[in-house]
Nanobody, 121 residues
Framework: QVQLVESGGGLVQAGGSLRLSCAAS????????MGWFGQAPGKEREFVSR????????SYADSVKGRFTISRDNAQNTVYLQMNSLNSEDTAVYYC??????????????WGQGTQVTVSS
């Protein structure tokens, strides 16, 4: 059972930056895909970014393209989300997710507890 632990959230002014981290443990050999979803107050959880564990191929939601960068450290079993040029619409709880054997678009098998990102204007 893969466990995911996020860190790096916080309060930042508009235009600022944050870096989220997600450390995976237990059964990480089975990971195919990892990524991030965000859930703003009163809204559904939405896709933000993902990265294929073996190839490093990344994809992004249109709303974050050019501002967010996802990366991974295979040796540390950690995924990062560098968030730049933040605005108030980025305010959300960000959840790390991982899938075994398929894309997180198809199925997310594991979820972290979430980390709050608040952008003040």
């Amino acid at each position: 059972q893969v466990q995911l632990v996020e860190s790096g959230g916080g309060l930042v002014q508009a235009g600022g930056s944050l870096r989220l981290s997600c450390a995976a443990s237990r059964g990480t050999f089975n990971i195919y895909d990892m990524g991030w979803f965000g859930q703003a107050p009163g809204k559904e959880r939405e896709f933000v970014s993902r990265i294929m564990w073996s190839s490093g191929t990344a994809s992004y939601a249109d709303s974050v393209k050019g501002r967010f960068t996802i990366s991974r450290d295979n040796a540390q079993n950690t995924v990062y989300l560098q968030m730049n040029s933040l605005n108030s619409e980025d305010t959300a709880v960000y959840y790390c997710t991982a899938s075994a054997g398929t894309s997180i678009f198809t199925r997310s098998d594991y979820w972290g507890q979430g980390t709050q990102v608040t952008v003040s204007s």
